[in-house]
C-alpha cells in the first residue's frame, strides 16, 4: 500500500512564475540552501527530462534521480524517481489559483516499498516524515520568501 504524503503553502505570486521556478530545479541550488546540486542528465522528448538531485536533511546527504516533466494548462509539475532509495516514488507539485490572487502550491508524494508489514512503516515514518517532509516543507517556505520578495 503506498503512503502518501503532501505539504501546502500559500504564495503571494502569480502561478506562471511559480511553475517556472519548480521545473527550473537546475537553478534549485543557488535558491534553496538545503540542496546542494541539481544536473540535467538528459534531456527526453520537450518538457521531459531526466535530472539528478542532491539536498541535505540536517547533516544527512540525499540523492536521487528522476523524470521531470510539466503540464502548464493543469498548473503542475511532476517527479518520478528513478533512482536512489525513494525509487519508483511519484511527485506532484499542483499550482493553484486563488480568488485573492495568492497561489496555493502542494507537493504530493506517493511512495512504496514493496515489503511485506515493515514497507509500508518504512516509508511513512523513516522516509517519509523524517527526510521527505521537512525537505518539502523548506522548499516551499523558501520559494514563498524568494517569489514574495521578488513581487
Avoid at 535530472?51 to 516533466?69: C, D, F, N, Y
Avoid at 494548462?73 to 490572487?101: C, D, N, Q
Wanted: charged share 25%; proline share 8%.
Amino acid at each position: 500500500m503506498p503512503v502518501h504524503l503532501d505539504n501546502s503553502i500559500v504564495i503571494r505570486s502569480s502561478p506562471e512564475a511559480i511553475i517556472e521556478a519548480a521545473y527550473a530545479v537546475e537553478r534549485w541550488p543557488d535558491l534553496l540552501p538545503h540542496y546542494r546540486w541539481v544536473r540535467v542528465v538528459r534531456n527526453e522528448e520537450p518538457g521531459r527530462r531526466i535530472v539528478e538531485m542532491a539536498a541535505r536533511r540536517g547533516w544527512i546527504p540525499l540523492k536521487w534521480t528522476s523524470l521531470q516533466w510539466r503540464d502548464d494548462a493543469a498548473g503542475k509539475v511532476f517527479f518520478r524517481h528513478l533512482r536512489g532509495p525513494t525509487r519508483g516514488m511519484f511527485v506532484e507539485w499542483r499550482i493553484e489559483p486563488l480568488e485573492s490572487g495568492d497561489t496555493r502550491v502542494t507537493i504530493e508524494h506517493e511512495l512504496n516499498y514493496p515489503i511485506p508489514w515493515i514497507g509500508p512503516l518504512i516509508a511513512h515514518y523513516v522516509v517519509g516524515e523524517l527526510f521527505i517532509r521537512p525537505t518539502a516543507r523548506r522548499t516551499l517556505a523558501c520559494f514563498k520568501q524568494i517569489l514574495e520578495q521578488a513581487g
